[in-house]
């Protein structure tokens, strides 16, 4: 407190041997502090708005998560036409695949297709999956081609893969 009372009287000394005076002393005091208040506040902005902008980017990934998680299964839609099941995405047909080419459909776990997962299968895993996120696929083995399976994700897994085995039981006897 003894420093603080000297430069104070050094302050005083010396703006008075300037003609300072000591509203003057304090004026110049209070502009210094005025400063600090304001670089205090600055400072205080900056880190609302960094955590405000961090806010915003955890929340824009986990909108992203989720799109990626469930989102996509309503951008893929299967439909079953007179001899082909056609693969849309986004309403435009992406793939077409003849019932004749059809050796199996089976329903499997969606983690199944996971790397790390106990029920991983190795057959299926450059399968191309054209699937959202759903607890349960349906996983097709073609009877040519470089990639002989490939993965669809529709509403009801069970039906669907019937029907598909059905189809491809017809079409192979037409043919």
Same mark, same amino acid.
């Given at each position: ?15 008075? !041997? ?8 304090? !004026? ?7 400063? /600090?208040?304001?670089?205090?506040? !600055? ?10 902008? !961090? ?23 299967? =439909? ?22 059809? &050796?199996?459909? &089976? ?13 991983? %299968?190795?057959?299926? /895993?450059?399968?191309?999956?054209? =699937? ?15 990639? %002989?399976?490939?993965?669809? =994700?529709? &509403? ?20």
């Amino acid at each position: 407190m003894g420093s603080v009372q000297n430069s104070l009287c050094v302050t005083l000394s010396y703006g008075i !041997a300037n003609s300072y005076t000591f509203a003057n002393a304090i !004026a110049s005091a209070d502009k210094y502090n005025h400063l /600090l208040v304001l670089k205090f506040f !600055a400072s205080l902005i900056r880190s609302r708005v960094k955590m405000i902008m !961090a806010l915003l980017a955890a929340l824009a990934i986990a909108m992203v998560t989720l799109w990626v998680a469930y989102g996509l299964r309503h951008i893929f839609k299967y =439909s079953l036409g007179n001899s082909t099941l056609d693969i849309q995405v986004l309403g435009i047909t992406c793939r077409r695949l003849p019932f004749s080419r059809i &050796e199996d459909a &089976e329903v499997i776990p969606f983690m199944s297709l996971n790397l790390f997962s106990r029920s991983f %299968r190795p057959d299926l /895993l450059f399968a191309p999956k054209w =699937s959202g996120y759903r607890n349960r696929v349906v996983a097709i083995r073609k009877d040519q081609g470089l990639l %002989r399976s490939m993965i669809i =994700s529709p &509403e009801d897994p069970d039906r669907f893969a019937e029907l598909l085995k059905k189809l491809s039981s017809e079409a192979k006897l037409i043919h």
